[in-house]
């Protein structure tokens, strides 16, 4: 009923950039928070970024100051520009949604297919 399709994972160098959209989709009456989370091999999945339908943010302590979240509420999508890129961030990038379906009175918990970020050094 709601899909996330995620766009701009890639390949880049440590010191380097990566902008990651997530549009929802699907017969949608609200969308709440919207956020990124990340999961690399071996390590549990962890918030990376969350922003509010009012654009209040909060963000994980690895990647403040060089990850910046923010939301076209218009478009349904969320963005996470990614500057300053360390090895360290190297993982798979899941869109997270909370929305309302319509004619549906309880939240639902909705992710992406995830996109993969490899950062070289």
């Known amino acids: 009923q709601v899909q996330l399709e995620e766009s701009g994972g890639g390949l880049v160098q440590a010191g380097g950039s990566l902008r990651l959209s997530c549009a929802a989709s699907g017969n949608i009456w609200r969308v709440n928070d919207m956020g990124w989370y990340r999961q690399a091999p071996g390590k549990q999945r962890e918030l990376v970024a969350v922003i509010s339908s009012g654009g209040s943010t909060n963000y994980a302590d690895s990647v403040k100051g060089r990850f910046t979240i923010s939301r076209d509420n218009a478009k349904k999508t969320v963005y996470l520009q990614m500057n300053g890129l360390k090895p360290e961030d190297t993982a798979v990038y899941y869109c997270?949604?909370?929305?309302?379906?319509?004619?549906?009175?309880?939240?639902?918990?909705?992710w992406g297919q995830g996109t993969q970020v490899t950062v070289s050094s």
């Open positions: 997270n949604a909370i929305a309302i379906v319509r004619d549906q009175i309880r939240l639902g918990n909705y």
